[in-house]
């Protein structure tokens, strides 16, 4: 059964709200919010365990070497940079004009563009992140072998948390480095400018190979055709 979602999410947000009820289910509700620390208290022991793994060669496997696991640490993070932004452009943003495709959306990501500082809902619920942690472990390993699968799943968990603890840092944080400060500008004007550019959130890398970088004149001109 589908998850009843409240009306209130299909109302156009008041000027100060910070926050709206997804679910009309007080359980579902709990679990559509996520403390910003969860991401970091689950998911570096696991990291932590599988680099464990990798370099005490467990299973009799053969030892990767410390080059090569770097090598392969850091691969899987540019992979997560790329994913993301792949998840971004094309799946959160993603919309249909059906009453369906637009639940869809909202529930998605329209509901933090709805509301972009709703602490809760600035991570990954572990609802999400824990069936997609398990299909690219399998995937990973399935495709690279245990030995060089799970340095590269490291990496690509590391690539994770630095987009999830980029976008709450840009959101709720006052910016005082000229990277920082950069980062939040990429993203703001995403927000509030242009919804068709800046989908790399933790690295603007994607936007410049695909020419996706967000720019407010591209949203004056979209308004004034």
Not at 33 to 44: C, D, L, M, S
Not at 91 to 106: C, D, L, M, S, Y
Request: positive net charge.
């Amino acid at each position: 059964m589908t998850p009843s979602v409240s009306r209130t999410s299909e109302k156009r947000p008041t000027e100060h709200a910070v926050t709206t009820r997804m679910f009309e289910s007080d359980f579902i509700e709990w679990f559509s919010r996520i403390h910003p620390a969860t991401p970091f208290v689950t998911w570096i022991p696991v990291l932590a365990y599988v680099m464990y793994r990798s370099v005490g060669c467990e299973g009799g496997r053969a030892p990767l070497g410390v080059l090569a696991t770097l090598g392969m640490i850091a691969a899987g993070t540019l992979s997560w940079s790329l994913v993301e932004y792949v998840l971004h452009r094309y799946v959160f943003h993603w919309t249909n004009e059906t009453a369906r495709g637009k639940r869809i959306h909202f529930l998605l990501h329209g509901v933090h563009h709805d509301y972009p500082n709703d602490k809760d809902r600035l991570v990954m619920p572990l609802g999400v992140s824990v069936p997609l942690a398990v299909i690219f472990y399998v995937t990973f390993t399935h495709l690279f072998g245990v030995r060089i699968g799970e340095p590269y799943y490291v990496g690509f968990g590391i690539g994770y948390l630095l987009y999830d603890g980029t976008h709450y840092f840009v959101h709720h944080f006052r910016q005082t480095t000229k990277i920082g400060k950069w980062l939040k500008k990429h993203h703001m004007t995403h927000h509030f400018a242009d919804h068709d550019g800046g989908f790399g959130v933790s690295s603007p890398l994607w936007d410049l190979v695909f020419r996706t970088m967000p720019t407010p004149k591209r949203a004056q001109k979209s308004t004034t055709n």
